[in-house]
C-alpha cells in the first residue's frame, strides 16, 4: 500500500515536547505524538469503496494485512508519527477545559488527486487527552459513525467519512445507560478521514490559557491550508475566516434540518472548522417530526441539543468561537455585527430550504406562512418526517384535498388520532397548499423529480443503525454492508429496499439504542 503522504498540522504546529503517554494538561501545542494501541484480533469488517479511491487505495489493497495493520493501530505507516490533537470545549453550555483526542489518534494526512485528507483512527486507546477514559471505542458506536457518516455525505451534507470500520478484538466496559450496570462489549475502531478534525474547541484552548502566538499561528495554518480563497490580510483575515466559518455551519445546520438530523452532542469541542457534520455520538433521525425531540439520554431533561434548538446552539457555539478569537481582531463591533447577520441568514435559507422540500420554486410572500402552519401541524398527531416529505411529491396539482391526504397519510404513526384531532387542520393546511401549487409553473411529473432529490427517500432511523448493531454483536455482518449500500443512493427509490421506507416499528420506540442514547461510546 503506497499513500502519498503530506502531512501539514504536524508540521506547521507546535508539537508537544514531552513524550510519554501520561494523561496531562499539555500547554504550548496544538498536539501530542502518541502510538495506537495494538490490539488483541483486529478483524476488518467493512471499507468504504468511495474513501478507498478517495486516499489512492485499491480494492486489492484493502483485504491486504497492510491495510488492516495500519487501520486499527497495529503498524505504524512508514515514515509517520502519530498524534492526538489538543482542544478544549464548552460542554452543554459550560467551559470544561482541555478535552482534546481522548480516544482518537490521527495517522496521517494524504494528498491524492489535489485533495488532501487527515486519517485518524477512534477508539485506538488512550492519549494525553484520555482524562477518565480508556481511550477505546465499542462496536455499537463505531458501526454507528461508519454507517451514519457514509449516509450524510450521500445525502449531500458537509460531514467527515470514514474509511473502514473493524474489530479490535478487545473487550470493553460500558455502562450504557450511565446506571450502575457496566458490561463488556466488544471494541472496535473506526478510520474516519476528513480534511482536517479542528473544531472549535481548538482555538478556545489557546486563548482561554491567553496564548496567542500558538491561537494566531492555528489560525494562519487553517486560513492558509484551509481557506485559501481568503486573501485580505490583518485583522480583516481572522473576520473574514469567521465569515466563512459561520456561513459554513449555517448551511450544515441548515441540512441537518432538511433530512431531520438530531447531532445530540453540539459541545464546542464537536462543532468543525470546516462546517463538517463531526463526532457521531448520540445523535438521531427524527421519526415522528418533533421539534423538542432529542435523542440523548444525557441531554433528556434541557434538551439542550433538540431539533428545534439547533440553529441556536450553532449561534451560540459561533459566539464562543468568536470570543476565541477575538485576540486576533481586538474589536467587539465587526465580530458583533457578523454574529447579528446570523439569524436573519438562517431564517432566509430556512425558508429557501422549506420551499424546496415543499417543491415550491417560484417566490411567494405566503410561503412563510405555510411552512409555519405546515410545521404545527406535523407536530398534532406523530407524523413521519421522511415519509410526509417522500409522499408530498407525488401530489398532483389538480386533486383535491382528500386524493392529497391520502397519499401522504401512510406517514402517520396513528390513523384515529387523526380522524379525532387533527383532520380539519390537515385539510386546512392542504388547501393552502394546493392552492399555492396551482403558481407553480412545472408540471407534477417536474416536481415530483426535483423534490426526490431533497427529501430522501432512505435515512439511517434509528432503529436500522441497532438492527445492524444486534446483528454485529452476534457477529453477522452483512446488514452493515445492506445498509450502507441503501443509504450510498438515499434520494433512488431502490424498490429492492423499500422495506426499510418504513415508519419506525413499535418495539423501537423506547428502546436503547434506537430513540435513547447516550454519550456512553
Ligand atoms: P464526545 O462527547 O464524544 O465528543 O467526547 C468529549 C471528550 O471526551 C473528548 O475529548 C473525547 O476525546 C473524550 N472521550 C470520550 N470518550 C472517551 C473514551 N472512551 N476515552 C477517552 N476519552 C474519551
Ligand atoms: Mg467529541
Known sequence: MKLQINNTFSKELPADKKLENTRRQVLDACFSYVTPKKTAKPQLLHASDEMLDELGISKEESSSPDFLHVFTGNKVYQDTHPYAMCYGGHQFGNWAGQLGDGRA??????????????????????????????????????IREYLCSEAMYHLGI???????????????????????????????????????????????????????????????????????????????KYLDFFKEVRNRTIDMIIHWQRVGFVHGVMNTDNMSILGLTIDYGPYGWLEGYD?????????????????GNQSYIGLWNLFQLT??????????????????????????????MMRTKLGLKEKDSKDKEIIGKLEETLQLIETDMTIFFRNLAQINKTENVEEAIEKIKEAFYNEIEFKEETKQHWEDWFTLYLQRLQQESASDAERLTY???????????????QLAIDEANKGEYKLIDELYTILKKPYDEQPEFQKWFAKRPE????KVGCSMLSCSS
Request: proline share 6%.
Open 158 to 236: 458537509p460531514t467527515t467519512r470514514a474509511l473502514s470500520l473493524s474489530l479490535s478484538g478487545d473487550q470493553v466496559l460500558r455502562d450504557i445507560l450511565y446506571n450502575g450496570n457496566p458490561a463488556y462489549e466488544k471494541g472496535a475502531i473506526v478510520c474516519r478521514v476528513a480534511p482536517n478534525f479542528i473544531r472549535f474547541g481548538s482555538f478556545e484552548i489557546h486563548s482561554a490559557r491567553k496564548n496567542y502566538p500558538i491561537l494566531k499561528q492555528l489560525a494562519d495554518y487553517t486560513i492558509s491550508n484551509f481557506y485559501p480563497e481568503i486573501k485580505s490580510s490583518g485583522k480583516d
Open 451 to 465: 423534490m426526490n432529490t431533497i427529501n430522501p427517500k432512505y435515512v439511517l432511523r434509528n432503529y436500522m443503525a
Open 291 to 307: 421539534s423538542s425531540w432529542t435523542p440523548n439520554t444525557t441531554d433528556a431533561q434541557h434538551r439542550r441539543y433538540r431539533y
Open 323 to 352: 470570543n476565541a478569537l477575538y485576540p486576533l481582531v481586538e474589536e467587539v463591533d465587526p465580530l458583533q455585527k457578523l454574529l447579528e447577520e446570523y439569524n436573519p441568514l438562517y431564517e432566509e435559507k430556512y425558508l429557501e
Open 507 to 510: 418495539w423501537a420506540r423506547n
Open 105 to 142: 489518534i490521527n495517522l496521517f494526512e494524504v494528498n491524492h488527486n489535489n485533495k488532501q485528507w487527515a486519517v485518524q483512527l477512534k477508539g485506538a486507546g488512550e492519549t494525553p487527552y484520555s482524562r477518565s477514559a480508556d481511550g477505546l471505542a465499542v462496536l455499537r458506536s463505531s
